[in-house]
């Protein structure tokens, strides 16, 4: 194997370990957070680290990351099966959204329940879904 591709492979390995720790970190940061809206700047600082978590988690997910290795590399990192496995992650995701969203539209005009504590729920669960998806298919595609 050429030295990119052992480069490559290392690197898809790495992906899925960061991947996962990172949603429990984004998941545990998660019950940190107020369930209504910031009232402190420490609140809001949290809330802003949150967003831009679950930002740069969503972007990982749908660019397969590595951005400043080596084009030949990403290229080998982003194969056909990884694409494939990055786009049914996203279907589960979608598919994990739309029933919190209900649910949660539900629960917020029985109770009162905050909006931004339904928003972060959608966040949450769908990204978990989509991650967690995507880490087994990787997982079980890498061997």
């Known amino acids: 194997m050429s030295d ?8 898809s390995r790495r992906r899925v370990r ?8 984004f998941a545990a940061q998660s019950t940190l957070l107020p369930v209504d809206m910031p009232k402190r700047v420490v609140e809001f600082v949290g809330l802003v680290a949150w967003l ?5 988690l969503m972007l990982v997910l749908t660019t397969g990351g590595l951005w400043l ?6 290229q080998l990192v982003d194969d056909e099966v990884t ?26 005009s029985l109770t009162r329940m905050p ?3 339904g928003f972060r729920m959608v ?3 769908s990204l ?11 997982r079980a595609a890498l061997g």
């Open 123 to 125: 966040v949450l669960i």
């Open 4 to 11: 990119s591709a052992n480069v490559a492979d290392r690197l």
């Open 128 to 138: 978990f879904a989509a991650i967690d998806r995507f880490v087994r298919l990787e």
């Open 18 to 25: 960061v991947l996962r720790g990172a949603m429990i970190i």
């Open 52 to 56: 831009a978590m679950a930002q740069m």
């Open 69 to 74: 290795r080596d084009p030949q590399v990403r």
């Open 115 to 117: 909006a931004v504590f």
């Open 83 to 108: 694409r494939a496995n990055r786009a049914r992650a996203m279907e589960w995701g979608f598919s994990a959204a739309v029933p919190v969203a209900i649910v949660g539209a539900l629960i917020a």
